[in-house]
């Protein structure tokens, strides 16, 4: 199982930026999508995820702002970004469970100027 992250960049405070994870290997079908970021000097941290069935959760940083998706025939999840600030500058990873185990993508660097 892979996971191919893309999508991010420098965006101004208020902006948008949609950000895409596309998976290699595994059943997409059954498999839970989560996002997380980590910020300069700051652990990692749970963004947002989406069950196989479609249900979604949102840290409380997040939401009302961003919006995750899946895309069965392309085996992508995405991460709509909306009003951003400052403080969501981070690298965010696309992350999923397989076989027990947790697997990260490379990671994306989303950059918010104020």
């Known amino acids: 199982v892979q996971l191919q992250a893309s999508g991010g960049g420098l965006v101004q405070s208020g902006g948008s930026l949609r950000l895409s994870c596309k998976l290699s290997?595994?059943?997409?079908?059954?498999?839970?999508l989560d996002w997380y970021r980590q910020a300069p000097g700051k652990e990692r941290e749970f963004v947002a995820t989406?069950?196989?069935?479609?249900?979604?959760n949102y840290a409380d940083s997040v939401k009302g702002r961003f919006t995750i998706s899946r895309e069965w025939p392309r085996r992508t999840s995405h991460l709509q970004m909306d009003s951003l600030k400052p403080e969501d500058t981070a690298v965010y990873y696309c992350?999923?469970?397989?076989?027990?185990?947790?697997?990260w993508g490379q990671g994306t660097l989303v950059t918010v100027s104020s």
């Open positions: 992350s999923t469970v397989s076989r027990g185990a947790r697997i």
């Open positions: 290997g595994g059943n997409f079908k059954i498999m839970d």
């Open positions: 989406i069950s196989a069935n479609g249900a979604t």
